[in-house]
């Protein structure tokens, strides 16, 4: 063999060398490039056919790797240490945990998917809290979230399913966090001047009543404005709610004496700068629907403070809720047991021990009133708890 021929079979091989390992590395192949080697004679016809065929095939994995990444996994793990006692008694020393997980896909640009599984029990919407009573049996796993969210248009977000609450919230005195509604809603948010506005609105089942008419169900209709903006350097944001409960039947309320209810709410917050930051927030709610026994007494009101340092967050409110002023079915279950007709403080406080990872600690010191299910009595509630995200 020439000198002239054994150097072209070297660059031959070198090429060809190249090529596979490129199309290894890179999971793709450089089809003009093939074309130029198998002109210059440097890969035979069955090696191009093969090399064309392995970056088609990279190709495809790709393309499978690429809808992986469009999912997004999350969750977290909670264990608490809780004491209730009422008057002075104690009538529950137990421990519980929460465990939930969530997929998150992209399903186009515009249109996500969420599902989430959650711990605890079906029968109660307002806790995903699991406790540790069963001699080590298996424990049940709940839907708690199935929604899509499509974005037809910048600012516009559709809901649909069982979903995260649509509307903006300062207080718990109207929902419990663990609440999830299901129905559809519609949030739009936009500028104006230095403002951001954001409006909801939506429909929500209660209960199918005999699954005929959209107009036997029970039904939650609710519109919703809050702006946020800059008021004299501070943050601040005020929005007003209206809650139309249609239908209404035991799934809205269990004490109350009232029978409908239709809900004004106002809200607000104000959030400086100062040697610690510090957030004032309130929320007002009045039934104005309340009838029957006690309608008089349809108010209720929240008034908070919040603030932080370094790994440290402290939270206090106190708040007044009247019998017939929310549904106790859906509000804030650690106060005063869900009980309306209550008032008193609630303290918070958290600390952040690592990344992802913290203890917290929740004090909420109740009173009833004489129209409570358990009239005058003290309930003082303690949770400790070490919480988990991932």
Known sequence: MSSKN?????????????????????AATDKELLDILKSNGAITEKQYVALLQKGKESDETLKKMAWAGR???????????????YDGARTKDRQRYRARIEIAAKVTENVDANIRLASGSNANPTSTNQTMDDAFEKDSVWIDLAYLNWRPLAGLNIFGGKMRQPWEMVGDIVWDGDINPEGVAVKYSTKLGGADLIASGGYLVLSNIGGNRFA???SLVYGQLNGKFNLGG?????????????????????????????????????????????????????????????SGED???????????????LDYNYRDTEINAVSDYF????????????????????????????????????????????????????????????
């Open 6 to 26: 054994r150097l072209c079979t070297a660059i031959g091989v070198v090429l060809t060398g190249a090529t596979v390992l490129a199309a290894s590395n890179a």
């Open 71 to 85: 999912l997004k996994i999350k969750g977290d793990l909670r264990v608490r240490q809780e004491f209730v006692d």
């Open 216 to 218: 036997d169900d029970t």
């Open 234 to 294: 501070a943050k601040t944001s005020l929005g007003a709610t209206i809650y139309d409960y249609r239908n209404e039947n035991a799934t809205v309320t269990a004490n109350s004496s009232t029978s409908e209810f239709g809900l004004y709410e106002l809200f607000g917050s104000v959030a400086v700068k100062a040697a610690l930051p510090v957030k004032v927030y309130g929320q007002y709610v009045k039934n104005s629907d309340a009838n029957g026994a006690n």
């Open 299 to 313: 108010t209720a009101w929240l008034l908070g403070v919040a603030t932080k340092y370094s790994k440290w967050k």
């Open 331 to 390: 509000n804030d279950s650690d106060f005063a047991y869900g009980k309306t007709d209550a008032k008193g403080h609630k303290f918070k406080l958290g600390y952040k021990i690592d990344k992802n990872f913290g203890f917290g600690l929740t004090y909420f010191m109740a009173e009833t009133g004489r129209f409570a299910t358990t009239p005058n009595t003290d309930i003082d509630t303690l949770q400790i708890d070490l919480k988990a995200k991932f």
